[in-house]
C-alpha cells in the first residue's frame, strides 16, 4: 500500500511538473490582440497571406477597440481577396460597414479589392438600418421658438429606438432625447438654447433594445453634428418722420 502510494505521488509530482514547465511557453504564446494586428498587417504586406488572416482572426476574436478593429476588418479582408476567398472578404467589409458606414477604400487600392468591396457595399445597403432626415433644421434660426426634429428610418429592427443627441455650445456632453414614433416618422421637439445668440450640435442614433447604435445620422463617428445658429429676433429699424410737409409750395 504505502508503495502504491509513493508510485501515485510520484505520477502527480510528474503530472505537476509538465504542467509548471509548459506554462511560462503558453503564456507566451499568448498576445495582446493590439500586437496581433500589427502582426498581421505586417504578414499581408509580406505577402505571407494565409499568417496574415489567422493573426488577425485571433486579434478580432479578441477584442479590439473600434480603430483597431476598423483596421484589422480592412486588412482581413484584403488578406482574403488575396487568398481568393472573395466570400469571406465580403463577410468582413461588410462587418466593417456596420462599424463604420462612411468607411472608403485607400485610393490605391488594387481593382480587385474595390470589385469585392463594392459588391458587398451594394448588397449591405440594401439591408441595413439607417436614417432619413425629415425635418432636421440647420444654419440660421432666429427667435427663441421651439424646433421640431423629425426622420425616417429604413429597415428599422424590432424594438429599435430613435434618440436625438444635442449639445448647446462648445463643450460638455451630449445630451439625449428619444423620439416618439409616429407612423413611419420618429419626432421630438426640442426647447431653444438658454441665452441667445447660441450654438446647438446635434445628431441622430438608431439604436437596438439592447442600446447598441446600428446607425447615426450624419454619419460617422459620434459627435459628428449638424449646427443650427440660434439668434434673436431683428427688430425692425423705425422709420423716421420727416419734418418737411408732403405739400409744396410753388
Known sequence: MPSRMCK??????????????????????????ARLVEQGVKAYLEGEYEKACNALELAIGAGLDQERMTYALQYLAFGRVALGQNDLAEKAF??????KPDFRLPVATA??????????????????????????????VTGAKPAKFAVKVVNPPAGAAVLLRWRDGEAGRFGSRRLERKGNVFEAVLSPP??????????????????????????GEAGKAFIVEYGPVEKPEKVKKSSTPWWVWA
Open 8 to 33: 501515485l505521488a510520484a505520477t502527480g509530482a510528474i503530472f505537476t511538473l509538465a504542467i509548471l514547465s509548459t506554462a511560462p511557453a503558453a503564456a507566451q504564446a499568448v498576445k495582446p490582440p
Open 94 to 99: 461588410t462587418r466593417l460597414l456596420h462599424l
Open 111 to 140: 481593382p480587385k479589392i474595390v470589385s469585392v468591396f463594392e459588391r458587398a457595399r451594394a448588397a449591405w445597403e440594401k439591408t441595413r438600418p439607417r436614417i432619413v432626415p425629415h425635418l432636421a433644421p440647420r444654419g440660421k
Open 194 to 219: 438658454i441665452g441667445l445668440p447660441a450654438r446647438r450640435h446635434y445628431y441622430f442614433e438608431l439604436a437596438d433594445e439592447n442600446g447598441k447604435v446600428l446607425a447615426r445620422y450624419p454619419e
